[in-house]
């Protein structure tokens, strides 16, 4: 048993939570509290069990106003595991995310081998539960091999609810310009979660409503695609309650621009991914939409590379797990985006999208998956700090406000203040929600 007391949540309410099982049991709101008040009081199966300086059965942690929040949910990963494991396993990319505050993450399929058979899904499923130390999914791929009788097969099981499909080049051979086998696609995948750039989000749409059943754009980069995706959104036929559009923004297309590349050589070749980096005015374009409500996710499109590779040949990706949440922080406490947007782009709505039904709030009943921010806490980011495998991040160097202090997966404190709880090789299974 668990209870976080003198904690607020993202509307400023004075909370204490009460975790047991792996579930929230409680919350209390003590704002009526003085301080030296009466404290408050848990109860559970009849018993009054907490609150007070005699409760022994469980930890009690003095949270002093810092803030919970559900733990985040990042929709869109490469973990690189099996296969690419000099760039991130679930091990460490694992730990980058409960580090940078995401007790869920959701792996993409351009592996080695690619995720594209069900033999290749459960392989991943069995590394992943062996090191995990958050929870994870895994969206299932489209291969331009025609797998679609593996997508049926994997989406009729529910070994899978998504399916990743890439309508531009990028890292991975999973490019498919076949338009017969992408309607095959669209209708056997589930919800579609695309790589679409520019006039691809187009065909993505249109793709959506005449055969799919729910399509998940991810990271809109610029102005022209956002304008696309919001024309979309808008209009009933193409956006509708059995064609569902969802929009994903990545930290890094708010908070990177492309002049930034011009800035060194090196800086050119690490900033580089796909969809490339934008303008200032893209970005706040961006940003913009988040406040107008047109975004649903934030999602990392966490791709890590090592530093070698990044800057011996052009490698698309930057990592993003340990840094997504401190930008929204920063931003927030820039005025930029309201908390509670933040909560909702990153836990509420990607728990909804992909069908979880007790994460993604801060509820009595929902799963104690949840994280402590110290939204004042400065600091900057050096190479030591680094979890993930490639030991770099395109925002070195960079001052945050706000700071994610401990991560609760499943009741389990699993990282506090700078040390990890668990070691994540002992066995334990974090499990895949399917
Ligand atoms: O920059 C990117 N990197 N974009 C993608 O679409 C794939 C990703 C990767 O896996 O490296
Ligand atoms: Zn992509
Ligand atoms: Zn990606």
Redo the contacts with the bound molecule.
């Keep these: 048993m668990l209870i976080l007391k003198n904690a607020r949540n993202v509307s400023g309410e004075k909370i204490d939570v009460l975790i047991d099982k792996g579930i929230i049991q409680d919350i209390r709101l003590s704002g009526g509290c003085k301080a030296g008040g009466v404290p408050s009081v848990f109860k559970t199966e009849g018993k009054a069990i907490g609150g007070t300086s005699g409760f022994a059965a469980g930890r009690e942690i003095d949270l002093e106003g810092k803030i919970l929040m559900p733990g985040i949910i990042d929709l869109h990963t490469?973990m690189?595991d099996p296969g690419l494991t000099h760039k991130e396993d679930f091990y460490t990319g694992s730990r980058a995310c409960a580090k940078g505050g995401i007790s869920f993450f959701f792996d993409?399929p351009?592996t080695v081998p690619p995720t594209v058979s069900e033999a290749a899904l459960s392989e991943k499923i069995q590394r992943a539960r062996k090191s995990s130390i958050v929870h994870c999914g895994f969206h299932f791929g489209a291969s331009n091999e025609d797998n679609v009788e593996e997508i049926e097969k994997v989406i009729k099981s529910g070994a899978a609810v998504s399916t990743k499909v890439?309508l531009?080049e990028?890292?991975?051979l999973m490019l498919i310009r076949d338009s017969e086998l992408l309607k095959r696609v669209f209708k056997a995948g589930g919800l579609i979660f695309v790589?679409s750039e520019n006039e691809m989000i187009d065909t993505a749409v249109e793709l959506n409503a005449r055969y799919g059943r729910g399509l998940y754009i991810?990271?809109i980069s610029s102005r022209r695609e956002m304008e696309a995706v919001i024309k979309a959104k808008q209009n009933p036929e193409l956006n509708n309650k059995d064609h569902p559009i969802y929009a994903e923004v990545t930290p890094h297309h708010l908070f990177l621009t492309e002049s930034l590349r011009s800035e060194s050589p090196r800086q050119d070749m690490l900033l580089?991914?796909?969809?490339e980096l934008k303008t200032q005015s893209d970005a706040d374009f961006l940003m913009q939409a988040i406040k107008d409500g047109f975004v649903d996710t934030i999602g990392t499109?966490h791709?890590?590379?090592t530093l070698e590779e990044k800057l011996s040949k052009l490698?698309?990706?930057?990592p993003g797990v340990e840094t997504s949440l401190a930008l929204m922080l920063t931003a927030a406490h820039q005025g930029l985006i309201d908390i509670n947007t933040v909560q909702k782009l990153m836990c509420e709505n990607p728990a909804a999208i992909m069908g979880l039904a007790k994460k993604g709030k801060l509820l009595a009943g929902f799963d104690a998956d949840i994280i402590a921010v110290d939204p004042d806490k400065e600091w900057t980011l050096t190479a030591c700090d680094i979890e993930s495998k490639c030991k770099w991040s395109p925002y070195e160097g960079r001052r945050f406000t706000g700071k994610n202090i401990m991560t609760i997966v499943g009741g389990k404190i699993v990282y506090e203040n700078g040390r990890f709880k668990i070691d994540g090789q002992d066995g334990t299974d974090y499990g895949n929600r399917f």
């Excluded at 490698?315 to 930057?318: S, V």
């Design positions: 490469h690189r993409m351009n890439f531009n990028s890292t991975g790589h991810c990271h580089r991914m796909k969809p499109d791709a890590p590379h490698c698309f990706g930057i």
